[in-house]
């Protein structure tokens, strides 16, 4: 079965930038949705962002005009792009990547990568 490994959280300054990405760990087909969800401690899960097959992008109230969700078609690896941190977002970012082939759906989640932003 195809993994999505995580990378690129880490400690960052308030107002400062990370880039995470979610690679797979082979071939995947078929991809309709992929997104980004968060969880910071003792808070529900949240999803952040959402991007579509057809290249439409969402995002919650939160981080409307701070992140950005992209995914590379060459080789799937999705991204989540964010700038101007604030404390607030600190939590273990999550991707999902969900499709269906011939075989079925699917729906895969990456193992978390922490994000901490603090001065």
């Known amino acids: 079965q195809v993994q999505f490994v995580e990378s690129g959280g880490g400690l960052v300054q308030p107002g400062g930038s990370l880039r995470l990405s979610c690679a797979p760990s082979?071939?995947?087909?078929?991809?309709?949705?992929t997104a980004w969800y968060r969880q910071a401690s003792g808070e529900q899960r949240e999803l952040v962002a959402t991007?579509?097959?057809?290249?439409?992008?969402n995002y919650s109230d939160s981080v409307k005009g701070r992140f950005t969700i992209s995914r590379n078609t060459a080789n799937n690896t999705a991204y989540l792009q964010m700038n101007s941190l604030k404390v607030e977002d600190t939590a273990v970012y999550y991707c999902?990547?969900?499709?269906?082939?011939?075989?079925?759906?699917?729906?895969?989640w990456g193992q978390g990568t922490q994000v901490t932003v603090s001065s």
């Open positions: 999902n990547v969900g499709g269906a082939v011939w075989g079925g759906e699917y729906d895969y």
């Open positions: 082979g071939r995947i087909l078929g991809i309709r949705l």
């Open positions: 991007l579509t097959s057809g290249g439409d992008r």
